[in-house]
């Protein structure tokens, strides 16, 4: 079968400069054949997921689905290529990149999570440490904003697969302040139900844009580095260029 992507740009923000997201997906590439679905609804990102899921799967040629959020920067352009090969050679179905929480104290969106009867418990196993480089660590939940998913996993769910604030799961959080339980949550949960694992490729090392970067330190440092050559060498660039009329002495 000839692989197909359906990658499915999730608005988040307004604050995202307008540059941001059409330049790294035009640097990033596509280990097959890829099309682009576009949803804007960022008041609810569940209805938002589940438009663009029920979207791609109106395409039958279409064989994974890759969610982007418009707020997610993505500097190693391989980093798509290795998530896809990686389902691909190990028979699994749900892999997500590493990316950092917006908010303080920014852990590493690296989710352990249990569901019981009465309660819902998650934890970051990686709070205040760096994760381990070059790894595919499988977790408890997977973040869904630079998420890669096949076919599969949506034809053996019933609908819905994503639920932004789902009442059942927030009763039984422990932690009642704060944002409701995510889509991402829901999803994660549901998916292992139904026999997935759940996987962080964190050779897919991403930024969240906040907006300012939030990432491993050495990555955001080096979109800053990589700005600050690019403009040097633009300057130097205009600098060689002589006035009209100007000529040699």
């Given at each position: ?27 990033l590439k596509k280990p097959c054949l890829s099309m682009d679905i576009y949803e804007s609804h960022i008041f609810d990102i569940g209805a938002s997921r589940q438009a663009i899921a029920e979207s791609f799967l109106s395409f039958p040629e279409a064989t994974h689905l890759l969610f982007v ?181």
């Open positions: 079968m000839i692989a197909l992507i359906v990658i499915g740009h999730c608005k988040r923000t307004e604050h995202v400069p307008h540059w941001q997201h059409q330049a790294t997906m035009a640097a959020d418009d707020d997610i920067t993505i500097p190693d352009s391989d980093s798509l290529v290795r998530m896809f090969n990686f389902l691909e050679k190990n028979n699994e179905s749900i892999v997500s990149g590493l990316y950092y929480n917006k908010t303080p104290p920014h852990h590493p969106l690296i989710m352990a999570c249990e569901e019981t009867e009465t309660e819902l418990r998650f934890a970051f196993p990686y709070a205040g440490k760096e994760p381990p480089r070059n790894h595919v660590i499988k977790v408890g939940a997977v973040p869904c904003g630079f998420l890669l998913i096949k076919r599969q996993v949506f034809e053996k769910i019933p609908k819905p697969w994503f639920v932004y604030g789902d009442p059942e799961l927030a009763r039984k959080q422990l932690l009642k302040r704060g944002a409701p339980p995510g889509e991402d949550i829901y999803f994660s949960l549901k998916a292992r139900k139904h026999g997935f694992n759940l996987w962080v490729d964190t050779r897919a090392d991403l930024l969240h844009y906040v907006p300012t970067f939030v990432g491993r330190k050495e990555v955001v440092d080096s979109i800053f580095t990589t700005k600050t050559e690019a403009l040097s060498q633009a300057k130097a660039e205009l600098l060689k260029v002589k006035p009209k009329g100007e000529t040699e002495n």
